[in-house]
């Protein structure tokens, strides 16, 4: 479930961050930056978020990750200007470079080698498809609620949700920290 929710963001930022910051007048050059600030933080930090839950475990940066993410994404409708909104994005960025590494590894953790194939190809199935039901729930909420807001809402309460189902119910998965 975690996998599948922290798509969602993705969705949002992939779709709704171009839109929302043109309605919010900003340029299209400055939309890219907001954007490319996402992808870059996101992408940068997985070098050392990866090899943090090599140390500190696997469930404990998850929870947080998807804590941090949600908060990025609620941060967006609570500020202004090119300089808020990038750091908002770079907070979820950040998140999300907590969880991307990091859920995947939980997966290869707990699995045989003989079916880790498998087992992460049976993960990323049910993960890539929280872009198509995100992208579906994005629709939906903004379509209901007459506007974009909605959908920030929901996707960052969906994170925070699934971050106490994910702390309540998972465990660390790390061998040597299990």
């Not at 050392?48 to 993410?69: A, E, P, Q, Y």
């Not at 498998?118 to 629709?139: Q, T």
């Not at 809402?153 to 994910?166: D, E, N, R, Y």
Request: net charge neutral; aromatic share 14%.
């Amino acid at each position: 479930q975690a996998g599948l929710v922290e798509k969602f963001v993705d969705a949002l930022v992939w779709v709704f961050y171009p839109v929302y910051l043109f309605q919010q007048n900003l340029s299209l050059p400055h939309i890219g930056w907001v954007v490319g600030v996402y992808g870059f933080v996101w992408g940068g930090s997985q070098l050392f978020t990866g090899k943090l839950s090599d140390h500190l475990g696997r469930h404990r940066l998850n929870v947080i990750g998807m804590i941090v993410c949600g908060t990025g994404v609620a941060m967006m409708l609570l500020g202004f200007g090119i300089t808020w909104w990038s750091t908002a994005a770079a907070v979820s960025g950040i998140g999300m470079a907590l969880l991307y590494p990091n859920l995947s590894a939980a997966v290869a953790d707990i699995a045989h080698p003989n079916w880790r194939g498998s087992a992460i190809g049976i993960y990323r199935f049910w993960r890539d498809l929280g872009y198509g039901i995100g992208a579906l729930g994005l629709g939906l909420v903004a379509s209901l609620s007459g506007g974009m807001t909605a959908a920030f809402w929901f996707v960052a309460l969906s994170m925070l949700f699934s971050a106490a189902v994910l702390w309540l119910w998972g465990e660390e998965t790390h061998p040597r920290l299990n």
